[in-house]
């Protein structure tokens, strides 16, 4: 029996863990849809792709700001004769001004990108991959996550959402062979602390805290295969957020899962 080749959406591959994430992907033979702004840079990953692996690459040029952006990426999808198999929520940045400073729009795109968009995609294609009974969606979450709340910072918030939403989600799909994983990422070389303009603060802090995207990729693609709901990579960043979290997460997913009065 052939098994039929499986399609991936990536969000944010045009740079950094998801770029990294669209290789690791193709080198494993799955076709992919590779979604971001810029797509010059798509266009160039994608035709990198096809000639090392010789997988379908679709691109679609989409700013996840847009709230109609979820719903036109999965008609993009669809038009195309493809079904999600594979979902890797990872567009994202940060602010880094004060709340009280910044233009509502840019926290409303913050929260459009890496709150809405995030959840409305994982709803757009849980069905499908209900129906198939096989999925994998890796959610791009942090170590922030596990870190007190940062002043002026919606960042560690929006990560703490996607951390609970994605163990919650996870609870209710693993019976039906999808898997929901939160990847936590420490500091990682790519694009992020450029774009953040924080770049010349974070190259300040020492080396041993840094990551390079395959090693992150690598542990989130091992981890939602294994069926982990939570994958915090690299031994310093599971030190660092066993330390900011005193109850395990392994023991709070479980005792989530058992104690939820309100189960449905
Ligand atoms: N790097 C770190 O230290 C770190 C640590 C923990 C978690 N993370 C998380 O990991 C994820 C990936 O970050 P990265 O480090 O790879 O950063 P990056 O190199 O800056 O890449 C960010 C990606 O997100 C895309 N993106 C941003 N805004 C978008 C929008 N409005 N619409 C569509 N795509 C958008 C960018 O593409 P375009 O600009 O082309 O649209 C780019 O492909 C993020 O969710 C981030 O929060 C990063």
Same mark, same amino acid.
């Not at 979820?70 to 602010?95: Q, Y």
């Not at 039906?176 to 790519?190: D, E, I, R, W």
């Given at each position: ?43 160039? *990953? ?17 700013? *996840? ?11 993009? $999808? ?42 409305? *995609?994982?709803?757009?294609? $849980? ?15 942090? *170590? ?121």
């Amino acid at each position: 029996m052939t098994v039929p080749t499986r399609t991936a959406l990536v969000t944010g591959a045009s740079a950094g863990i998801g770029a990294t994430f669209a290789r690791t992907l193709a080198a494993e033979g799955l076709d992919l849809v590779l979604v971001a702004r810029r797509k010059d840079r798509l266009d160039e *990953l994608a035709q990198e792709l096809t000639d090392a692996h010789g997988v379908r690459c679709e691109v679609l040029a989409a700013d *996840l700001s847009d709230p109609g952006a979820p719903r036109a990426i999965m008609a993009f $999808v669809e038009d195309r004769g493809l079904v999600v198999d594979v979902l890797v929520n990872n567009a994202g940045m940060s602010g880094s001004t004060a709340f009280a400073e910044t233009p509502w729009d840019s926290l409303a795109a913050e929260l459009q990108v890496m709150v809405t968009a995030v959840t409305e *995609l994982t709803h757009l294609v $849980v069905p499908g991959m209900k129906q198939r009974r096989w999925g994998r969606i890796v959610n791009l979450s942090s *170590l922030a996550a596990f870190a007190p709340p940062g002043e002026s910072l919606l960042y560690t918030g929006i990560k703490s959402y996607v951390l609970d939403m994605s163990q919650a989600l996870d609870m209710e799909l693993k019976p039906f062979g999808v898997h929901v994983t939160a990847l936590c990422p420490g500091f990682t070389h790519s694009e992020f602390h450029q774009t953040m303009g924080s770049a010349e603060a974070a190259s300040a802090l020492p080396s041993v805290l840094w990551q390079e995207p395959e090693a992150v990729v690598r542990a989130g693609w091992a981890s939602v295969n294994a069926g982990k709901p939570v994958c915090v990579p690299g031994l310093v960043n599971k030190v660092l957020s066993h330390g900011m979290r005193p109850v395990p997460f392994r023991l709070q997913y479980v005792l989530g899962r058992t104690f939820n009065p309100f189960k449905h």
